[in-house]
């Protein structure tokens, strides 16, 4: 008799339970409470990229998308879905898929409104296989992505928030491996990494919460090289605030920045001469590391170097004379590039 009552319970308990259920998915008001409920195409945004995407090349026409790109983040609501159209792109470098790579993984508001960052591949197949062969799909996943493979002219992009020696040390056997050079020849390439990635913690003094219209990032590096055949070419990318933003100021320059007036190629260009203590610490041991690269620079050690940093771009020609630029738009970070010949 027990067992019999049991099982009318179970079956009322059941057939409620079924009731439920089937009235939850007749009921479309009732998807809005699911959490993983999917927004329609009313909270779907869609960036298109342009046909050239190089920051050091084409500057003004790459950075415009990016900032179309952080407007489209500033839209956006929690769960909202943004789309990069990238299929007109006919040239990209790696410098652009790494700065790419940081908005979507390094972008605060991002992650916290749990924004789904989807997109296509280039038609182009030279510009779809620099996708694949500067590491994209490590940090992006895609049903299309094929199995990634090691070559020996590509060291992929890695990234991380604090100075790692042992990939430093990979990069610098990179070196040795492509151009037939000993460790004293590439002596100051180790250090100048490792400054570099200790620089993203000492020198990124965060900016407040989309200040100015500027998003906020979380601080980490990214890195990568490739060689080119007459040289290996490095391209390393630092997502805390940039330099120009950090530097300290003499009086006259605060009442200057004070009127608007745009400084930053200044603050970059004597950064890197180390023409005056622009540490923000204050501290003598500091704000070395942008000086030492650039007598690096004047010695050989590196050649080609270039700097991206909030609102400047820096130039270093062999003999060491710098063309420094203001921009009319902001890049988010400090981005390096520099050539080692073989």
Same mark, same amino acid.
């Given at each position: 008799m027990q067992k019999i009552k049991r099982k009318n319970k179970n079956k009322i308990f059941h057939d409620?339970?079924?009731?439920?259920?089937?009235?939850?998915?007749?009921?479309?008001?009732?998807?809005?409470?699911?959490?993983?409920?999917?927004?329609?195409?009313?909270?779907?945004l869609i960036v298109c990229a342009p046909r050239e995407l190089c920051l050091f090349d084409s500057t003004d026409t790459t950075l415009n998308f990016f900032d179309d790109v952080i407007e489209k983040?500033?839209?956006?609501?929690?769960? +909202?879905? &943004?789309?990069?159209? /990238?299929?007109?792109?006919?040239?990209?470098?790696?410098? $652009?898929?790494?700065?790419?790579?940081a908005i979507i993984n390094n972008t605060k508001k991002v992650r916290v409104f749990e924004i789904a960052c989807e997109g296509n591949m280039p038609k182009n197949q030279a510009a779809r296989a620099v996708f694949q062969d500067v590491g994209f799909f490590k940090f992006v996943s895609a049903p299309y992505a094929r199995k990634l493979n090691d070559s020996n002219g590509f060291m992929k992009i890695h990234n991380g928030t604090d100075a790692d020696n042992i990939l430093a040390g990979a990069f610098c056997e990179f070196v040795h491996n492509n151009c037939n050079k000993d460790y004293t020849s590439t002596k100051r390439l180790y250090p100048m990494i490792i400054e570099l990635m200790?620089?993203?913690?000492?020198?990124?003094?965060?900016?407040? +919460?989309? &200040?100015?219209?500027? /998003?906020?990032?979380?601080?980490?590096?990214?890195?990568? $090289?490739?060689?080119?055949?007459?040289?290996?070419?490095?391209?390393?990318?630092?997502?805390?605030?940039?330099i120009p933003s950090t530097v300290s100021r003499k009086l006259r320059e605060k009442v200057s920045d004070i009127l608007s007036v745009n400084n930053d190629a200044v603050y970059l260009e004597s950064a890197l001469k180390g023409d005056y203590s622009r540490s923000e610490t204050k501290l003598a041991y500091r704000g070395k590391g942008l000086p030492g690269i650039y007598e690096d620079c004047k010695n050989n050690q590196i050649c080609n170097l270039k700097i991206i940093s909030c609102r400047a771009k820096c130039l270093v020609n062999n003999d060491g004379l710098i063309t420094a630029q203001n921009m009319s738009s902001y890049f988010e970070g400090t981005l390096f590039s520099w050539d080692i010949a073989k």
């Open positions: 409620s339970r079924c009731r439920k259920l089937c009235f939850s998915k007749r009921n479309p008001r009732s998807k809005k409470k699911n959490p993983n409920y999917k927004a329609g195409k009313s909270n779907r983040i500033k839209q956006c609501g929690p769960r +909202y879905t &943004l789309y990069f159209d /990238l299929s007109q792109v006919e040239v990209i470098t790696p410098d $652009a898929v790494m700065y790419l790579i200790t620089n993203t913690h000492q020198h990124a003094y965060h900016l407040p +919460y989309e &200040l100015d219209g500027h /998003l906020e990032m979380y601080s980490n590096w990214y890195i990568f $090289a490739q060689d080119l055949g007459s040289a290996v070419h490095f391209v390393f990318l630092d997502t805390g605030s940039g």
